[in-house]
């Protein structure tokens, strides 16, 4: 597969937000005892309606995406069960729809594998990770972000040569998401989209 392919794949079968977050609901009340990812479902669809609720996009985010004038498809890899993708995809989706132009759709990570290699993270399937693709005229991919803010890769970093394992590191992420979660994703996208 090639970053063009996934342009497609995410076009043809790739879903919205709205779609998202609708599965993630009925997943979250089916309550199914075979999903091992069950128990932390209330908990990140909880983070994602938050979100959603709470984030209003500032006057530079908004204005860096008007600077978008060509038809773009953020393509974004992602699973309803991610942490990372609970606390900022709901951002990304809104800020996609500040701009007309721009269309956002979802691939499940580990329905597209394929997909998923193409943006490893130091060798790992880590998501969300967003590939903006420029679609008017011959496509092309612009940029990529992700799994996470540039700020929270410093923290976690940091983290990680203080903690052994990862659950441990786990609530400081979450609680560093409250306080930061919004201003860096907005800074790390205004970057993107300005720097394209």
């Known amino acids: 597969m090639i970053p063009l392919d996934v342009l497609h794949t995410a076009q043809t079968e790739g879903m919205s937000f709205a779609a998202f977050l609708e599965r993630a609901h009925d997943r979250k009340e089916a309550n199914d005892p075979a999903d091992p990812y069950a128990p932390g479902r209330p908990l990140n669809y909880s983070r994602m309606t938050r979100h959603q609720a709470s984030y209003a996009p500032t006057e530079a985010m908004t204005a860096a995406m008007q600077t978008i004038t060509t038809p773009q498809t953020w393509v974004v890899i992602t699973e309803d069960w991610c942490g990372d993708s609970a606390q900022t995809l709901p951002v990304i989706d809104a800020i996609a729809a500040l701009n007309p132009l721009v269309e956002l759709r979802i691939l499940d990570r580990d329905t597209y594998p394929q997909a998923m290699d193409l943006y490893l993270t130091n060798g790992s399937r ?11 005229g011959t496509p092309e991919q612009r940029w990529v972000w992700g799994p996470r803010p540039e700020a929270a890769k410093l923290a976690v970093a940091a983290w990680k040569t203080h903690f052994a394992v990862n659950t441990e590191w786990y609530p400081l992420l979450h609680a560093w998401y409250v306080q930061h979660g919004h201003q860096e994703v907005e800074a790390d996208f205004i970057h993107h989209i300005t720097s394209a």
Do not use: L, R
């Open 126 to 136: 880590s998501v969300p990770m967003v590939i903006a693709f420029a679609t008017g």
